[in-house]
């Protein structure tokens, strides 16, 4: 398992948290997430033989989000 932190842009409330939380749960390969909305962060713990950081972050801009570098 790895884990990374994904700066995300846009999330302010508990329907925010929810829709992130649950579109990265929903990719193969993703074990854990715990959104910080005050400080607009992301911790994911992955498995990176099955799924990858853009993969994450596109599941993250289809919601209506912003992923900063």
């Not at 749960?25 to 033989?49: C, M, R």
């Not at 950081?53 to 599941?59: G, H, L, P, T």
């Amino acid at each position: 398992m790895e884990n990374t932190t994904l700066n995300v842009q846009g999330m302010t409330c508990g329907h925010c948290e929810a829709a992130v939380t649950s579109a990265l749960k929903e990719l193969n390969g993703v074990s854990d997430v715990k959104v910080h909305l005050s400080e607009g962060k992301v911790d994911v713990s992955f498995d990176s033989s099955k799924v990858s950081i853009d993969q994450m972050k596109e599941a993250i801009e289809d919601q209506g989000y912003d992923v900063v570098a």
